[in-house]
Nanobody, 121 residues
């Protein structure tokens, strides 16, 4: 499956941004999807995940309540709505996919290119 992320950019602290990731190449609903992020000088970390059906979601504890993952299985797209952004959210955000709901959150097989989110103070 091929993944193409978009929607990154520069936003002021307190603002919102929505990332999109379009998938192609395989049956979209066969894949769980996730967003990871990598801040400057830090390791890449899991941010949010959503099962193929869309009925299960998972979030990093630090992001619960501010970030929302969703998917549109008709558009083959997964989204990450990010609210109340802080400079600590500055990172390259990656979308990822895996047929396994458990593995997509730790070791997904497929990765998209990253999209940079910069939050200014």
């Amino acid at each position: 499956v091929q993944l193409q992320a978009s929607g990154g950019g520069l936003v002021q602290a307190g603002g919102s941004l929505r990332l999109s990731c379009a998938a192609s190449g395989r049956t979209f609903t066969d894949y769980a999807l996730a967003w990871f992020r990598q801040a400057p000088g830090k390791e890449r970390e899991f941010a949010a995940g959503i099962a193929g059906s869309g009925r299960e979601t998972s979030y990093a504890d630090s992001l619960k309540g501010r970030f929302t993952i969703s998917r549109d299985n008709h558009k083959n797209t997964v989204y990450l709505q990010m609210n109340s952004l802080t400079p600590e959210d500055t990172a390259v955000y990656y979308c990822a996919a895996d047929p396994n709901w458990g593995l997509v959150r730790v070791r997904p097989d497929y990765w998209g290119q990253g999209t940079l989110v910069t939050v200014s103070s």
